[in-house]
Antibody
Framework: EVQLVQSGADVKKPGESLKISCKGS????????IGWVRQVPGKGLEWMGI????????RYGPSFEGQVTISADKSKSTAYLQLNSLKASDTGIYYC????????????WGQGTLVTVSS | QSALTQPPSASGSPGQSVTISCTGT?????????VSWYQQQPGKAPKLMIY???KRPSGVPDRFSGSRSGNTASLTVSGLQAEDEADYYC????????????FGGGTKLTVL
């Protein structure tokens, strides 16, 4: 079974940093793009960016370029999303998901990581 | 890239059919056969329901179907069941050579 398991929920103060992990199993992790999506409470889905673990080719969504860092450790079958200088507006659920073989669709998704930024 | 446009809500009675629209442009929805639909139940991660406009992943009931006309894609749920009540999001390739995806704002489907 193809599965993505994310790190647990976290609470941070404004200005702090956080690195979320996403571990893949049940498929060749190095050979499929992993995407990251944010969902602000009560709102829709926002595309953050993608990474190809095989060579760490990374593409950032226009709204997140320079704001986050996406990386991967293929030896651990794990992708990461680093959030720096956190603000209250970064509060939300962050999902990783595997891109389909032909690209442009996400399946499956990780369970999501709730990040709360509060002083 | 701008978000795709979905109606905020839709509803239908059990057994009825409901169609949710997703409007983009010729640079995304209308330009590529890469429209997908996701179902999100409360407190859960999104689940892929339709990909490449009309293809259904294994395990998704054939009550769910996708189509596209011009710059507007649609998700039709036939034979509505109570468990279909959820938020539905469309997405599309955002155009260009960057593998980016753009999402719709989501539609809350209520089964009356």
């Amino acid at each position: 079974e193809v599965q993505l398991v994310q790190s647990g929920a976290d609470v941070k103060k404004p200005g702090e940093s956080l690195k979320i992990s996403c571990k893949g199993s049940g498929y060749r992790f190095n050979s499929h793009w992993i995407g990251w999506v944010r969902q602000v409470p009560g709102k829709g889905l926002e595309w953050m960016g993608i990474i190809y673990p095989g060579d760490s080719d990374t593409r950032y969504g226009p709204s997140f370029e320079g704001q986050v860092t996406i990386s991967a450790d293929k030896s651990k079958s794990t992708a990461y999303l680093q959030l720096n200088s956190l603000k209250a507006s970064d509060t939300g659920i962050y999902y990783c998901a595997k891109l389909g073989s032909a690209g442009y669709y996400l399946d499956p998704w990780g369970q999501g990581t709730l990040v709360t930024v509060s002083s | 890239q701008s978000a795709l446009t979905q109606p905020p809500s839709a509803s239908g009675s059990p057994g009825q059919s409901v169609t949710i629209s997703c409007t983009g442009t010729s640079s995304d929805v209308g330009g590529y056969s890469y429209v997908s639909w996701y179902q999100q139940q409360p407190g859960k991660a999104p689940k892929l329901m339709i990909y490449e406009v009309r293809k259904r992943p294994s395990g998704v009931p054939d009550r769910f179907s996708g189509s596209r006309s011009g710059n507007t894609a649609s998700l039709t749920v036939s034979g509505l069941q109570a468990e279909d009540e959820a938020d539905y999001y469309c997405s599309s390739h955002a155009g260009g050579n960057n593998l980016h995806v753009v999402f719709g704002g989501g539609t809350k489907l209520t089964v009356l």
